[in-house]
């Protein structure tokens, strides 16, 4: 599990090493852009940051350094999630459940996934 909590900005582009897998700088640049301009030296800042943090380990075996994911995707929200109930819900997911049902309007599809949920978890006793 991870002792480190990632910025907005990191996670940002963990999420885009957990899609894409290892990649440069530059793709990693392009990929942000998309979004919302991101200087190329300020990408490159991050990725060295997260280095030193131990969120990505880099190659550099080429001239190109590449970048890739050093913590797990599911073990990262896991960790995010659990902190996040922790002290935003005073350890209750019930009561994160029931704010995220209450504020927003959920498909036939998902209410359906969400049954299915329980019912595993009460059948797991």
Known sequence: MIKLKP??????ILHILWEIGPASVREINDLLNLKKDVGYTTTLKFMQIMNEKGLVVR????????YKAHVREYETKNHLISDFVNVAFQG??????????????????????LKLLIDKLENKV
Request: proline residues 3%; aromatic residues 0%.
């Open 7 to 12: 910025t907005d900005a990191e996670l940002e």
């Open 59 to 66: 190659d550099t075996a080429s001239k190109t350094h590449i």
């Open 92 to 113: 209750s997911a019930m009561n994160l459940v029931m704010q995220a049902l209450g504020n927003t309007k959920s498909s036939p599809g998902e209410l359906k996934e």
